[in-house]
């Protein structure tokens, strides 16, 4: 046996579980690959993350956030270098699983509006890379790469500059003071009910592998403007003013303008990525979110602050054009 699979087999040989019982896991959009592994009456999770994936990061941040008391989890062996590890085994109850089977959403997102809170009060790692301009504007040109072509309306130079001149103009507004840990991807699949465990502890945490250092707003927009799953509005308002009550050190009319601003550049990456998905990697079934999300992120462009940025949308990317890509 060679390649891949051989690799595999001797990490597990080398770290004793060779003889481990092997199940696929669910996949994310990402190359990762994961399989739940049983042996000698436990269990474990396989991280399988061949190149262009870099593990080096997932481990980094999953150990600061152990340390800071979140419930990521344990890397029980790695091999940086194959892109392989043994993580601890968090269950299969994710936050859209246990909602889907008709628990109260209430408590679990209160549960994880809190966990932010109490992330928010320790210092990010000093390895964090910044959330800066250039992240920002690197991630929202996938709009006009991905999106704008595949609606047959591709951005000339004139439209890349106004797109720029427009976001240029409101990002610097998305700052709240000092930075903070951002996970970037903290929404319903990636959080974890870990109902035997007490607290906030019972919030486990997944895919925070592209963590950096930014806007507190963030992660409250990936968790309640939810490409994947709707969140009630008057669930969303219940959250921000819980959210607010806990931060007095933020001025409220500040915040929800960076949560706009926020919301607005992640919705339309997502909606860039969702069309790369597809063209590139050959997964289709991200292309029926992308309706949704536009109607997330016309909610983010009413926002007064966002007029120029709505403007811009409005002459080169109007009503007709905001729906499904062609494949």
């Known amino acids: 046996m060679t390649g891949r699979k051989a690799e595999i087999i001797r990490f597990l040989d080398t770290i004793g579980w060779s003889a481990a019982a092997r199940a696929p896991l669910a996949g994310d959009a990402s190359f990762r690959r994961y399989e739940r592994l049983h042996h000698n009456g436990g269990t474990a999770v396989l991280m399988d993350a061949p190149p262009p994936e870099d593990i080096t990061s997932f481990v980094a941040v999953a ?18 270098g194959s892109g392989l590890a043994l993580l601890e085994d968090l269950g299969d109850n994710t936050y859209t699983r246990v909602l889907n089977d008709g628990a109260n959403a209430a408590p679990l997102y209160t549960a ?9 009060t320790h210092a990010p790692a000093d390895w964090l890379a910044p959330y800066d301009k250039a992240t920002y504007f690197a991630e929202a040109d996938l709009l006009l790469d991905w999106y704008m072509p595949a609606m047959d309306a591709t951005p000339n130079s004139a439209a890349r500059e106004a797109f720029h001149e427009a976001w240029d103009g409101v990002l610097p507004m998305s700052v709240l003071g000092a930075p903070v840990t951002v996970l970037r991807d903290y929404h319903a699949d990636n959080l974890m009910w870990l109902s035997g465990r007490e607290g906030l502890a019972r919030v486990g945490l997944l895919d925070f592998q592209d963590a950096l250092a930014g806007s507190p707003a963030y992660d409250l927009v990936s968790l309640l403007e939810d490409a994947r799953r709707q969140v009630p509005a008057d669930l969303v308002e219940a959250m921000i003013t819980r959210y607010l009550a806990a931060s007095p050190q933020l001025d409220p009319k500040a915040f929800r303008a960076a949560f706009a601003i926020l919301g607005g550049q992640r919705n339309i990456k997502i909606i860039g990525i969702f069309t790369r998905l597809c063209r590139r990697d050959g997964k289709p079934s991200y292309l029926s979110m992308i309706p949704y999300v ?11 602050v966002l007029s120029d940025v709505r403007a811009w949308f409005d002459r080169y990317l109007p009503p007709p054009l905001r729906g499904i890509p062609h494949p």
């Not at 956030?65 to 029980?76: I, N």
């Not at 536009?294 to 007064?304: S, V």
Request: glycine residues 6%; hydrophobic residues 45%.
């Open 294 to 304: 536009w109607r997330l992120l016309e909610g983010d462009l009413a926002h007064p």
């Open 63 to 80: 150990s600061y956030l152990r340390d800071v008391g979140c419930s990521a989890p344990k890397v029980m062996a790695v091999e940086t």
């Open 112 to 120: 994880a509006i809190d966990l932010l809170v109490e992330l928010q």
